[in-house]
């Protein structure tokens, strides 16, 4: 009865050898990325379309799909939490199709030469935006990061290889194969996207070891599968570490606009990578401030933590140890901490931080230039919620991570993230003197 | 008597243990990034020239030390070619100092944002260029790179460790402390540039392993040495593998044109990695063309080695195995294949290939339009020779190296490649909604 089974997808127990199946998907997906190389933008657009078209044809078997999903998950125990992030309702089914329609609105950067520099050779050189090949997508429970990875890499002009968790098997069978029909009505190789069908473990080992097949790894998820993978993967990785972010309130700033960036950044959503851990505030303002703050955050239940000097102005609240400057809570838990200036934020962000998204609130010029040049995270901020710091904020259009890395793309990724450039060089028979 | 004892460098045996000695080298380099990253242009720059007046000043210690290290490699038998890589003379002298000039001339990258955007919320969007951090480098025989690799480093922001070969030891630790005197003189922290000053060759193995302190490894040599690091490193390489580039001449081209660009992309110079190893001629031409490319290379002293197709019409020449497609001989050796038209050669590349520099002899518009979508290299050229891979030529008026990688760096890489871009956000006490 289930969606898994009529939509003929290979099972766990007919993947057969596992080295020999990833490699066959491998060879599949560096065709189909040679064959995307010339596929047009147009091209590209009518696939995301049909691929709507096809999800909203089959949206009773896809939803059959994921019940089967929420039923096995509810039997084997899993949590309330992992439940809600594999359910599909209507509102995250329509959320999925606006996505595709989205992304096939989006501009493609495929092709894209930024200049053309005539040299004294007389040869013309430039850089040209291409896809990166074949990406390999390792994430968890959501059943709609299949859909959103595919069509940010096809978009890109990338074949991928989709490994999505055990928890939503059947849902992420259902919906390939309308991905697949989606390929196959557009005239694309129907390896463009490709889904493993096995759950098995083994498979991901494969995958983050063909060089000659795959050419970046992205794992989504938390910071354990990301940490292993990054360990053993012999391919790149691009990595989504932990967010400590922090904001720092400067001696200038103005006291309500620090107050209303230091509650949104905590407060505004607690389980996010871009949310605030730690508080910093310079001594002069400490006073006139934190009683502010401790009243709001309590409206919010936010527990708080602080230094002794934090906690000599707000009495009750418990001391951070070491351990708390180091915090990645992705709860209403908020480390505060009095510090003596710009000087002493910026050690403390570098040593605490993980280089993720850090903000100042200030209205001293000098400083602002200081923090931003200074400050070495992947967005850095003046004046601004750190929960900014993602691709639809920025004005990518779209999402596929936040990576963690300093080389190649750092921050929200985007489509631009997915490609790389070449050289470009034409000429007219010049020879090299 | 040697500059090695006369300039206070420390020796093989009194670094202690490698691994504190190493870390030591690490923090230190740490913190002179943390202080680069506040560096305006024109102290980098005063740095810069001042090494130049102090290589000046203590040339013939240099010059001393250099002696020292040829006479030594002498006794050790080191071959001719690498004798000659170590050897300084008054040009190469002189050279390194115009080198240093040159790099002091080149625009800064760092600080540079491209375009800040205006997003619905209120905030301002750019993406500002930034050091990478601390930079490590590996490097063999020649000390010249001792200077290159630590002036490109410093412009752009970076501290450097550089370990040398040890045939260079006391070449590379006299150039050392001209460069420590130039960054003291111009009030930088003279452990902007480390050069390790052991031989020993666990330093390597700590050097590529501390990514608390180095944020990315350069590996400079053969194969077997950049292979090795990669496969060890826990820190991110940017790597610089083989070149097996190809020539490709389709049957619209102008013949005088691509005997032209066929004799120089082999002849020009036989041991660089932008040197053609496999031209490709599209059939209808052959016969035209190969009876002229066999006297131009026969002039060369140039080795052919052909396909079947080939020989048919060159009877004098080896055949050429499977294993000729793959090589990169870095000699005067040169395999020809006849094919059919540009999806065969194309296919060609794609299969022996190593993605470095490809290029198409053509007047066939469309036809020259494909090879550069898709021809997967990191550097595409129509009607120019393959030795313009380098970036100098390319405009970038400096060289690290030419990475093999997609990710990152692809091609040539100038004092860019030695940055990272992050978001800056610019509000006025905005939040997320």
Same mark, same amino acid.
């Given at each position: 009865m289930t969606a898994h089974a009529s939509h003929n997808e290979r099972t766990d127990s007919d993947v057969g050898d596992i080295a020999t199946y990833m490699t066959n998907l491998g060879q599949a997906a560096r065709a189909a990325a040679t064959r995307m190389r010339r596929t047009v933008t147009g091209d590209k657009n009518r696939a995301l379309l049909a691929m709507a078209e096809q999800l909203q044809h089959h949206r009773s078997e896809v939803m059959a799909a994921n019940a089967a999903d929420l039923a096995r998950g509810q039997e084997s125990g899993l949590d309330a939490a992992l439940l809600d992030r594999l359910a599909l309702d209507d509102a995250r089914f329509d959320a999925m199709l606006e996505g595709l329609h989205q992304v096939a609105a989006l501009p493609d950067?495929?092709?894209?030469?930024d200049a053309l520099r005539s040299r004294p050779s007389g040869i013309q050189v430039g850089q040209m935006r291409v896809p990166l090949g074949v990406i390999g997508i390792i994430y968890e429970s959501r059943p709609n990061v299949t859909l959103e990875a595919a069509s940010l890499c096809l978009k890109s002009g990338n074949a991928c290889i989709l490994r999505g968790g055990s928890e939503a098997r059947e849902s992420n069978a259902a919906i390939a194969a309308c991905i697949r029909r989606g390929l196959r009505e557009a005239g694309?190789?129907?390896?463009t996207v490709q889904v493993v069908?096995?759950?098995?473990r083994a498979a991901v080992g494969q995958l983050i070891s063909m060089p000659a097949y795959v050419d970046v790894i992205i794992p989504r998820g938390g910071k354990s599968l990301i940490e292993r993978i990054s360990r053993e993967a012999k391919v790149p990785v691009i990595k989504h570490l932990d967010g400590v972010c922090h904001v720092y309130v400067d001696a200038t700033a103005e006291l309500d606009k620090a107050l209303a960036i230091a509650v949104n950044a905590k407060t505004q959503r607690y389980g996010t990578c871009n949310t605030m851990e730690t508080l910093l505030i310079d001594a002069p303002v400490a006073e006139e401030l934190l009683p502010r703050l401790a009243s709001a955050y309590a409206e919010h239940g936010v527990e708080l933590r602080g230094c002794e000097r934090t906690r000599a102005i707000l009495d009750t609240i418990t001391a951070a140890s070491e351990e708390d400057w180091h915090a990645e809570y992705l709860a209403p838990v908020l480390a505060i901490r009095v510090v003596d200036g710009i000087e002493a934020a910026m050690e403390h962000i570098d040593r605490? +931080?993980?280089?993720h998204t850090d903000a100042i609130v200030t209205e001293h010029y000098g400083l602002a230039r200081r923090f931003m040049a200074e400050v070495d995270s992947s967005s850095v901020m003046v004046n601004a919620s750190t929960r900014f710091a993602d691709g639809f904020e920025y004005g990518l +259009?779209?999402?596929?991570g936040i990576s963690t890395d300093k080389l190649h793309a750092r921050g929200p990724v985007g489509l631009e993230g997915l490609t790389t450039r070449k050289y470009v060089v034409l000429g007219d028979g010049q020879v090299r003197q």
């Open positions: 950067p495929v092709g894209e030469i694309l190789p129907e390896a069908a096995t759950t098995d605490y +931080g993980s280089h +259009g779209a999402e596929i």
